[in-house]
């Protein structure tokens, strides 16, 4: 399912839609992200687009550090999905330094700045 303007657009406009699709390569079976009209492991450019999971692990973290009064600390992290892909985001509903590396995780989307973001919460059992 390529678009006309391209991966980003399809991809952000799934999100708006509330859900999380990722570029899947049509040759050789390998998910990426970011979306592009290229598979970065073959280079074929028969892309399809697969409902993502939602799972997956904290591969890194860190806490960036702001006043209270600019809105507190929060948590940056790498998550790789279940998929085998890595997103940048946040880990929300718990303490930014409680976020550890191997953490499970689930994703959400949300309206974050005006726009549609993956974000994750800790995963439950």
């Known amino acids: 399912m390529q678009d006309a303007k391209g991966p980003d657009q399809l991809f952000q406009r799934a999100l708006a839609e509330g859900e999380i699709l990722l570029p ?55 998550v790789e999905l279940d998929e085998g892909v890595r997103m940048m985001s946040r880990v929300e509903g718990i303490a930014p330094g409680e976020v550890v590396i191997d953490m499970p995780v689930t994703a959400f989307v949300v309206e974050a700045e005006g726009v549609p973001a993956v974000l994750f919460k800790p995963s439950e059992g």
């Open 24 to 78: 899947k390569c049509d040759d050789c079976g390998a998910y990426h992200f970011f979306p592009r009209v290229l598979c970065p492991h073959c280079h074929g450019a028969a892309i399809s687009w697969k409902q993502a999971g939602g799972k997956g692990r904290v591969h890194t973290t860190t806490v960036v550090r702001r006043k209270p009064e600019r809105g507190g600390d929060y948590n940056v992290c790498v």
